[in-house]
């Protein structure tokens, strides 16, 4: 059975940075609220209008580019996202476009933080039965045009920020290296927990007059609990399926929610903080580009070599989570 090899990394963020002082103009908030509760410094937003899929398009060339693959040799695209250019159809068919694709497929990832993980699952399975040999997985979003602007709105609004990763996936014959297993969960009783109701196919009301459009809601502690100890299983159920100890564990890249959590997750485990790759003081929450765009940094600075181990791990809205071990 073939194994699946990330043979390519890619990243994209709008020029525009936004740092905590300047959420000021918007929110009453300060950068030492902002940053001792979150880890975040600074987040890219785009210039509007702007495309998620576009997004998506400059973080996937690079990832052919490193990868030296041509857009005409990709079987399948997945596209992960929460923020897609429309309500329907999803941004893959957008992307598969602007790479002058005419009919390869392209399906979308509705998976919240846990995009690129779900989106890494899909393609390992494409790949593993043999259907698909080329697959690009992006996780691109825009959520800066979402943002609540009025006053309720600061807790959530300060944490997500805009941003685009990539990753080529090839199938390898005989391979030691690749995706060895991966771990996927969700639990639809905490939907409500933190979600955008609307525009809902429920109602009418986003197009009546005086409604709010789109508002999101999250129980910042109730999801921050949860995501302590679903990352904290999935990472176990990573370690145990490779009958890994987490010490021999290169590195660690936990989607970028909120440094506290990962920083629970280090102390779970006893492991220090430089085994875990973290860049949220720079991007905020990206939602599902956030491990990506980790990827993509932490292979820039050589933290990425083959025969590292790797585990990722993901919690997010839904509730979803994951996690997946893998051989660079
Ligand atoms: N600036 C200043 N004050 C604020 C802000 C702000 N931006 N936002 C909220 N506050 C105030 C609240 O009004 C509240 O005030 P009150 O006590 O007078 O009512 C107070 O700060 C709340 O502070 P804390 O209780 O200290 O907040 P907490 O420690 O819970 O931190 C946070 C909030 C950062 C949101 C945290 O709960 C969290 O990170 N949760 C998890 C988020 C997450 O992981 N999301 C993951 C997935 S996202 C996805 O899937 C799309």
Not at 262 to 287: C, R, S, W
Request: glycine share 10%; with cysteine; aromatic share 10%.
């Amino acid at each position: 059975m073939p194994r699946s090899l990330i043979t390519g990394v890619g990243m994209y963020v709008p020029p525009k940075v936004v740092r905590n002082d300047d959420l000021r103009a918007y929110f009453d908030t300060s950068d030492e609220w902002i940053y001792s509760r979150s880890g975040i410094k600074e987040r890219r937003w785009v210039e509007e209008p702007a495309s998620t899929a576009e997004l998506g398009y400059y973080a996937a060339q690079q990832a052919l580019e490193r990868s030296g693959k041509r857009p005409q040799e990709l079987d399948l695209i997945v596209f992960a996202t929460l923020s897609p250019d429309m309500y329907f159809p999803g941004s893959g068919v957008l992307l598969q476009h602007k790479l002058g694709l005419d009919t390869t497929p392209a399906l979308d990832i509705r998976q919240q933080c846990s995009g690129f993980v779900y989106g890494l699952a899909v393609a390992d399975q494409f790949i593993r039965t043999g259907m698909y040999r080329t697959i690009l997985l992006v996780g691109a979003e825009i959520q800066s045009t979402w943002i609540d602007y009025s006053p309720e709105g600061r807790t959530v609004g300060v944490l997500f920020g805009d941003g685009a990763g990539a990753v080529v996936i090839e199938a390898a014959e005989n391979a030691h290296r690749g995706i060895l297993s991966t771990h996927l969960y969700s639990q639809g009783a905490y939907a409500r927990e933190l979600c955008v109701a609307e525009p809902s196919s429920a109602t009418r009301q986003h197009i009546l007059p005086g409604s709010y459009g789109m508002r999101a809601y999250m129980n910042g502690k109730e999801v921050f609990r949860h995501a302590v100890q679903r990352m904290g299983e999935a990472v176990q159920e990573a370690l145990s399926a490779q009958g890994w100890q987490a010490e021999e564990v290169d590195l660690f890249v936990l989607h970028q929610a909120n440094i506290r959590i990962v920083q629970a997750v280090a102390e779970f485990f006893g492991l220090p903080m430089d085994k875990f790759y973290n860049n949220i003081h720079k991007y905020g929450n990206t939602t599902a580009a956030s491990i990506p765009i980790c990827l993509t940094e932490a292979w820039e600075e050589g933290r990425l070599q083959p025969g590292s181990k790797v585990i990722l791990a993901a919690f997010g809205s839904g509730f979803t989570w994951g996690s997946v071990a893998l051989i660079w």
